[in-house]
């Protein structure tokens, strides 16, 4: 994603009156309690702190920024107003907090509120505050434990996506960006490290124990997420669907393997303005949640929405696994965020196209609609794993579970992002919506959703009217048609994703080099077939070279 700032052109100060007055939850009246936090301070035992999230009244629900040139300059300035106006709000009570007792403040600005900790007696005045809008528990959260795998053959789940068709035509998500939110990421693994954006803008760790990218968790949660979504080739082939877009982290879930909605809701805003700087343009694309509130199935739970909200007003897209606690058909089991307004809900299938019996099912407890959106591979999948502090970096596993799902369609989305920069969000999931496999029952249910994700389906339905491809190659020969462009469309032979032939006196790989002259060629090569003493081959050594990262 590229960083810079544009000036205001009149199209986009219409934009900016849409969406500068947003960002705020609509959180009910003035002075409400959440029900765990009166349980809490109605306790015998109740701490002598509480931990809390406090929002300011409301504004108004945020409008989505359209993707294209102006996204850039309309980011910038509402980030910049957006923590301008919330900080001023937020002082006020920030004031009468500390100064009743109140410590470790955090300006939550994204959302106009803040994480602190309270004396239970100040609870119920604090509700009353004439700038409060609710006064909620922050609970502290443990992830899911990952169910067994059994050793599965790689790149299975690539297949049934459909990722290898995009890869083979240029499309592996360059210039998209996709974080994880998780238990961290090992940037040590061979298929990760060079897609580490890098910088103060490419890690984020609420509770300050890591300065760099770390995972901690036994099971390399985040690593292997990150995996499926944009891990390169060490292995030989592609590991995540989007292997050519870069990823940045936040580390949610702290080194005992716990979140708090706090720290959670920093990590959001984190994703708003990673370098803290709004005149960078360099929030992510996509962000990948492989968790949820396991502990309460079927349920609604809106703490996140606006978070979730906000991203998607900024174009970023908000993708959640729907959760292992599937109990077989007709038994509802749908899981909060994921099951939010504006989140994506990923379930899973087994090699043979089958909804794993853990898949989370719906209705969506939040608008009874159906439940997960999309399903895609989780059950056996390879992915990376932790290396041991770099001494093993190309170290596998596979990894079962919707955590595992959600990452393929987090890729699928960088892909076509990368491909298609100017298509709105909506847009784009409406081609994977409309393009996956329906499978079990006709059409969309509560089992599998729309279907199994197919990101070459959906990649076909955006490609703009009018691009052309004379020689059936898959490469188009305008730009802005999602892929490289085919220096060539009447020649199969020559397109960005052959290799150099060095003997037949055609750019294949269209570099603007013709066999000798191209570096992947031996120079002893005859183009013209007529020196006896040539030791060159056909192939001449040449390589895929068109599409590194």
Not at 480 to 503: F, Q, R
Request: proline share 7%; hydrophobic share 40%.
């Amino acid at each position: 994603m590229g960083i810079e700032r544009l000036l205001t052109t009149p199209a986009l100060a219409v934009v900016l009156a849409l969406v500068l007055a947003p960002f705020a939850a609509d959180n009910g009246n003035a002075g409400q309690l959440s029900p765990a936090l009166q349980r809490v301070i109605s306790a015998s035992d109740a701490p002598e702190l509480v931990p809390v999230v406090v929002r300011l009244t409301a504004t108004s629900p945020p409008r989505q920024l359209e993707r294209g040139p102006t996204l850039s300059a309309a980011r910038t300035q509402v980030i910049t107003q957006l923590k301008e106006t919330n900080r001023r709000d937020l002082q006020n009570l920030k004031e009468w907090v500390l100064t009743r007792g109140g410590t470790k403040w955090v300006e939550l600005w994204a959302i106009r509120a803040a994480g602190i900790h309270v004396p239970p007696s100040i609870v119920s005045a604090l509700a009353d505050h004439p700038d409060v809008a609710t006064v909620e528990l922050s609970l502290t959260h443990t992830l899911d434990t990952i169910p067994t795998a059994d050793a599965a053959a790689p790149v299975w789940n690539m297949e049934m996506v459909n990722a290898p068709q995009l890869w083979a035509r240029g499309v592996r998500g360059n210039g998209a960006v996709v974080a994880i939110l998780d238990t961290g990421v090992d940037p040590l693994h061979s298929d990760l490290e060079p897609g580490w954006v890098g910088g103060v803008g490419g890690w984020f760790d609420p509770y300050g124990e890591h300065t760099e990218p770390a995972d901690t968790s036994a099971e390399g949660h985040g690593t292997g997420a990150a995996g499926l979504a944009v891990g390169g080739e060490g292995s030989g082939t592609p590991l995540g669907v989007a292997p050519d877009s870069l990823w940045i982290a936040a580390k949610i879930f702290n080194n005992a393997g716990e979140a708090d909605d706090t720290s959670i809701h920093e990590a959001f805003q984190w994703l708003l303005d990673p370098d803290d700087d709004p005149a960078t343009d360099d929030l992510p694309d996509v962000v990948n949640n492989s968790w949820g509130f396991k502990d309460f199935p079927d349920e609604c739970d809106t703490r996140f929405q606006s978070d979730i909200l906000n991203l998607r007003s900024f174009g970023v897209a908000v993708v959640f696994a729907a959760g292992n606690g599937g109990q077989g058909l007709g038994v509802p089991t749908s899981l909060s965020p994921a099951n939010n307004l504006g989140a994506i809900s990923v379930g899973a299938v087994d090699f043979n196209m089958d909804v794993a019996d853990i898949s989370a099912r719906g209705h969506n407890a939040c608008d009874a609609s159906i439940f997960p959106t999309l399903v895609a591979p989780g059950k056996a999948v390879v992915t990376a794993d932790l290396t041991a502090s770099g001494l093993f970096p190309d170290s596998y596993a596979p990894r079962s579970g919707t955590s595992f799902s959600a990452p393929h369609v987090a890729g699928a989305i960088a892909l076509l992002m990368g491909a298609f920069p100017s298509t709105s969000l909506d847009d784009i999931e409406a081609a994977l919506v409309a393009s996956a496999l329906d499978i079990g029952a006709p059409g969309d249910d509560n089992d599998s959703g729309s279907g199994i994700l197919d990101v070459a389906a959906a990649f076909e339905l955006l490609v703009p009217a009018g691009c052309i491809d004379n020689d059936g190659d898959g490469f188009f020969r305008q730009v802005d048609c999602g892929t490289p462009v085919d220096c060539d469309d009447n020649d199969t032979t020559a397109n960005p994703g052959e290799i150099e032939e060095c003997t037949d006196t055609v750019d294949n790989d269209c570099d603007g080099l013709v066999d000798t002259d191209d570096p992947q060629c031996p120079t002893d090569i005859d183009p013209l077939g007529d020196d006896a003493t040539s030791t060159g081959s056909s192939s001449g050594g040449c390589f895929l070279g068109t599409f590194q990262k």
